[in-house]
């Protein structure tokens, strides 16, 4: 026959240690949750209503939104809070009516965006948001009209904002001192603007930040530089304040990092790129064109722009800066050469919008061509992207040596 029952006294110290236990465990689990539930993008659908074309995106809970037209070329910009977005290939391959194509992301640190390329002038017909009903999620609708160019032009003049008062900036503020070199490494694109896509769906954006990261890393290990990033996540940064941070910071090098892509998958290899407003070819010409329409692809509006640019332009006749650049891709071009592949004719010359800070030399790297099977391998992976870290702390470290700060 069994006794009786044995029962265990817990010290009352342990009860409480189990109680915090749980009760934590509860919280971030509470945490999680909500973190999860954050908004999200589902889903994109477009159809043909008659004299319209309605975009339809699929959401996870009602959000605020704003819609506006741009021109130059036209688009619909879309904004929202930051969101999650969980589009299929096949959502993004829509396009009817005026809406040849479409980028999303991050644009800054409160805003994602949707950006509409158009074929031609539309109108905003009608936006409203559908509450959840017979297994449908919440749908923003957004209803485009194509008009005239002379009715379009009048629309956003009844609706622009005014424009605002031109300041006089004689310098940038005063930089930030550092007992070390400061090198601003740049990714390219980023948020809204995917830039290049891989032969296999990589991103350039993606590729450029973990370049710079881990470029960082290896510089910084020298214990002889400060390095700053132009952007630590995927958020969109117009082309001028890419500019803006160097300066602010009183950067001795600058390095703008891209991926580029061609029609012909055989070609591969780097390239170096410095400032000149005369291309040194057709193809760097090209490429500078289609770098500086950044800011267009994530939605700016560009119509107001301040006596800031001339200025910057004026300032381009130090020669100095430019010289100490051409200086850094001489040394950039043999260190590559050593470890990775080059394309011929190396440094290149054009005028990129990112390259124009007038005080600080500044060099734009086409780390490889994304369109060719090898590059985009090797540059998707750390051990890939490591013969390029390695070159160019190479070329940092001669630099350095003979133009110390």
Not at 22 to 38: D, E, K, N, P
Not at 87 to 115: M, N, Q
Not at 138 to 166: I, M, Q, S
Request: hydrophobic letters at 45%; proline letters at 8%; glycine letters at 6%.
């Amino acid at each position: 026959m069994a006794g009786p029952p044995i029962v265990t006294r817990v010290p009352l110290v342990t009860l409480m240690q189990r109680f915090v236990r749980l009760a934590t465990f509860a919280w971030v689990m509470a945490l999680a949750g909500l973190a999860s539930a954050a908004p999200s993008v589902v889903g994109v659908r477009m159809g043909d209503q008659g004299e319209a074309t309605r975009l339809v995106l699929d959401l996870t809970e009602s959000v605020r939104y704003a819609v506006s037209v741009l021109d130059g070329p036209y688009r619909v910009v879309i904004d929202l809070p930051v969101v999650e977005w969980a589009l299929s290939p096949a959502d993004e391959a829509r396009k009817l009516g005026p809406i040849e194509r479409f980028r999303y992301g991050r644009f800054d640190a409160t805003t994602s965006r949707l950006v509409l390329d158009l074929a031609g002038p539309v109108e905003i017909a009608r936006t409203f948001v559908l509450p959840p009903e017979s297994g449908a999620r919440y749908r923003l609708v957004v209803d485009l009209k194509p008009v005239g160019a002379a009715a379009f032009a009048a629309n956003r003049a009844a609706t622009a904002k005014p424009a605002p008062v031109p300041q006089v900036v004689a310098r940038p503020p005063p930089p930030a001192r550092f007992d070390k070199p400061v090198i601003v490494l740049d990714p390219g694109h980023g948020g809204v603007d995917p830039g290049t896509i891989g032969a296999t769906g990589s991103r350039e954006k993606d590729i450029t930040l973990a370049m710079a990261r881990e470029l960082r890393q290896t510089l910084e290990a020298t214990g002889r530089y400060r390095v700053v990033l132009t952007r630590e996540l995927d958020v969109f940064i117009p082309l001028q304040r890419r500019v803006g941070i160097a300066r602010e910071v009183g950067a001795a090098l600058f390095l703008s990092l891209h991926a580029d892509s061609v029609g012909q998958p055989s070609i591969s290899g780097a390239s170096i790129y410095t400032l000149s407003e005369q291309a040194s070819d057709k193809e760097a010409e090209l490429l500078a064109a289609k770098e500086n329409r950044a800011d267009l692809i994530g939605g700016l509006d560009l119509a107001d722009q301040t006596n800031d640019v001339a200025a910057i332009l004026i300032s381009l006749a130090q020669r100095e800066t430019m010289n100490l650049s051409a200086t850094f891709a001489s040394m950039l071009v043999p260190e590559f050469a050593k470890d990775w592949h080059l394309v011929r004719n190396t440094h290149r010359f054009a005028g990129f919008a990112v390259l124009k800070a007038p005080d600080v030399p500044s060099v734009l790297v086409e780390l490889g061509y994304l369109s060719n099977p090898n590059d985009e391998r090797s540059l998707r992976a750390p051990a890939g992207r490591k013969p390029v870290i390695d070159a160019v702390t190479r070329a940092v470290n001669r630099y350095f040596d003979l133009h110390p700060v």
